[in-house]
């Protein structure tokens, strides 16, 4: 439940000892987008046997979840009920929201002080307002997963936007689209080595 009073569907997985958790936000909810969308369901299958915990959930107005699109903006409070639900069932992991597309737009309006980092896979930069993106500016880690291809935002464009950010990072997925068919494996290692860097 968001703290505006809206219904989510979600899943968890938490394993026993798990290190830390990770909120994961999917791809844009009018282009079919979902909490199985690839990326958000890959990192959901494997991100626990590297001993995290992790819940996927559907922003509002997605499948089972209650209410309406609130482009880009109010899903903000989306994602802060699943960092909520973290905090209550694994106390005192140190959470990261890992957000792809439009859901790491998204995650770069949480500024959320429980967080200790964001991973922001293939972010386009024009959900919601630049303004918007506190997190642009928070000394807190974020670690951008661009694809080499990415159609709405490529590398180059992705370093322009991004400098003068703070404690920011930028790695390429070679070979990559936006969709990152084929390279989801690239994006596991980089969630679970950016993870670990944090604890």
Do not use: C
């Amino acid at each position: 439940m968001t703290n505006d009073g809206v219904s989510l569907e979600a899943e968890a997985v938490l394993p026993e000892g798990a290190t830390a958790a990770v909120v994961l936000a999917h791809p844009h909810p009018l282009h079919g987008g979902s909490m199985r969308s690839l990326v958000t369901s890959e990192l959901f299958r494997t991100l626990p046997g590297h001993g995290l915990a992790v819940v996927r959930f559907n922003f509002r107005g997605v499948g089972e979840s209650k209410g309406a699109h609130g482009a880009g903006v109010d899903e903000r409070l989306d994602i802060e009920a699943g960092l909520d639900h973290l905090a209550v069932t694994v106390p005192g992991l140190p959470l990261v929201v890992a957000g792809w597309s439009f859901g790491a737009d998204v995650a770069l309006t949480v500024p959320d002080p429980r967080l200790a980092g964001w991973f922001l896979i293939a972010p386009p930069i024009r959900i919601v307002r630049l303004d918007a993106m506190v997190a642009a500016h928070d000394p807190r880690p974020k670690l951008l997963a661009v694809p080499e291809h990415d159609e709405f935002r490529p590398p180059a464009a992705a370093r322009e936007v991004t400098a003068d950010w703070v404690n920011t990072q930028i790695e390429v997925v070679a070979g990559a689209d936006h969709y990152f068919a084929g390279r989801t494996a690239k994006l596991v290692d980089l969630a679970v080595g950016f993870i670990a860097s944090l604890s």
